[in-house]
Every structure is written in C-alpha cells, then in structure tokens.
C-alpha cells in the first residue's frame, strides 16, 4: 500500500509524530519481563556463538552509520563489549580485516544502499558473520544477510531518516539489553531498561506536544548560514545527526564536532553569526559541557542548549529541556527535538522539506 501524508503538510512531520507508534512495533514481542531481557526471532545465533564474539562492528551510510556510531556507544555502556561503527562506504574500499570473532551488523533503511550491500558481501566472503537490521522486509540487504532484526517502523517516504533512526537506536538498546544479559547486566538492572523502553513511547508524544516550543526555536535562528552542534560520547553521535537532517532540508551549512574537540581548533568560527546547537546530558560530564558553553558564549556565539537539567548553570540563549529517564534510552529522547528544529527550520527557509535537492532516498549505486 502506499503510504498517504493524511493529515500532515509534510511526510517528514508525519513520520517524526508517529514515532511512539513504530517505535512500539520495534519493541513488539521483544521484551521478556519474565528473564528481563530481550528476545529476536531472527538472529540464528544461540547464546553460545554469541558469547563466543569478542568486539561488534556496526556499517552503514548516512544517518545509518551515525545511528551505528550511538548504538555502539549504548551497547559498550551496557554490555561492556568492544563495539564500534564505520561508514560502510570507507569500510568496503579499504580492504577490512574481518575477524572471526567481531559481530558484524549492517543498518539500513530501505536495505538497498549499495554500498552496505557491498560491505555486506565483501564480510561473507572473507568469512565473517553479519546480521542485518534492516527496515524494509525482503530488501536486498535482508535477503543477503539472512538473519538479523527488521525495525518495522512502517514505510519511510520522506528522504531524510526520522522514524527510522529512533527505531534503530530502540532496536540497538534491545540489542545492548540481549547482550548485556549474557554477560553482566543483573536482572534487575534489566528490568529498569525493560520499563524505561515501555515507558519510551509516551515520553516521545509529550515532546511531539511540545513542537511549537521548538518551532519558535528554530525560527530564531533560520536565517544564519552556518551553525556548530557539539556533544560528547551519544551526544556527539546525535549532533552529527542534528547537523545532517539541517543540512539536508535546509541547506544550512552545519558542522557537527564532539564538545571535546571544539578548542583543538573550530573555536576560531566561532562569532555572532555562529549558533551552536549543544547536547548537554545531566550526566557526570555536565561541568566539561557547561564550560565547553561558556567558552562559545565569550566569544559571542549564540548557543541553544538541548540538555536534561531544569536550567543550566551558565549562559546561553535558549534552552530545550527533555526529561531524564534512563541513558541507554535519553538519547532517543534528546533526538527528537534535533527533528523538529531541522523540519521548522527548512519550512521557515520555504525549502522543499520531503524532496530536498540532489538526493535520493536511497542511494543503489556506487
Ligand atoms: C538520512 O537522512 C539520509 N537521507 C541518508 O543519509 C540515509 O540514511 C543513507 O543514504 C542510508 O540509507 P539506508 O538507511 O536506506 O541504507
């Protein structure tokens, strides 16, 4: 069937407010509140060849690849295995070392980027064991992999990736969560991810409740030409998120850097008509972010801080607060503001939000 924008302007704002629904489906039949943990149909690896993998290796393209970039950083924190991302496309061309013992997964949206697929066959030739999660049911990516998990976050049409990207980051938590419980997450602390994931969808709507906060945000700043958007560990993966989906609809020219790195050298663009967007975890490097804040603001940056506390200890120009919850799941969280600054911001420049120019949902070729 083909999908209908029904009562939206745009598929892009349809698809960021019915993220609680298909982020529901992703979870569907995959929590065991019984063994608190989580359960896949599809992976056909027994809890022994699991535990037999020492590091996991996440490939995909774009928003994909960043999403691997967060997911590996939620399934260190829980699982505590080696677990890193790279673009499928690099990851293809440089002749990989692929090792017996690293889990390979390979994320796609439609399952039919070229690139993934290539780094997809370029592992099962040299031996390696790769899954798929993968959206599209039956895609090539799918099909090639054979095994893995589908997001069922229902059909995508709009080119930038939005449901899509909070249904991945869900099914890597559940991913951490499998994991986690085979080495040495306790059954209780599984039980918290366990309600912190029943609990996700209902916090995604009250967010989506609050878009005309974010629009008047975005208003504000639609104009500039250039912005900055730092964080550290998950935050950084989100910036770069933040800053691609800018980039996409609204043509703004949107670096994304981690907080760390900003006085090793972006520090010097930094002026008026540089805004930052900073993600800002009430987490235990809150102080490193705040002082990171204050160092743009002496240079007269505008920043707009995304963060979790009530207020923030320091001066900035506006402030998004998204409520804490868990920090295998803030980051879905702390994500869905990101999507509503890019969508208001591409409306308020009158940019073509569902058909930007120069892409294609999916790119089949090399
Ligand atoms: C996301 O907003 C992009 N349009 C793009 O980066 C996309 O994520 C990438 O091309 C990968 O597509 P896939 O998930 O279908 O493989």
Redesign the pocket.
Known sequence: TLASKGDHEHFTLKEIVEQPDAIRRTLSGRLDERFNTAHFGGLNLNAKELMAFKRIKIL????????GSIGASMIERLARIPTDAES?AEFRYRNPIIDPQTLYLA???????Y??LTAVQEIQRKGGTVLGI???VGSS?ARQCGAGMYLHAGPEV?????K??ACTLTAFALLALHIGRMRDVSPAEGANVIRALNELPQQIQSLIDRRTEFEQVAKKYADYHRAYFIGRCEGFGLAR?GA??LK?ISYIHAEAYPASELKHGPLALIDEQTPTFAIVPDDDLLAKNLSTLAEIKTRKGPVVAIGQSEALNVEIDDYIHVPRYHPLTDPILLLIPLQFLAYYTALARDCDVDQ?RN?????TVE
């Open positions: 995909g393209c774009g928003s994909a690849y960043i999403s499928a994320v796609s949206q439609s399952g039919e980027t690139d993934t993968v959206n599209v990516i709009a080119v930038v990736s939005t899509t990207f998120e691609l989906k996409e930007p892409l294609a949902k999916s790119v």
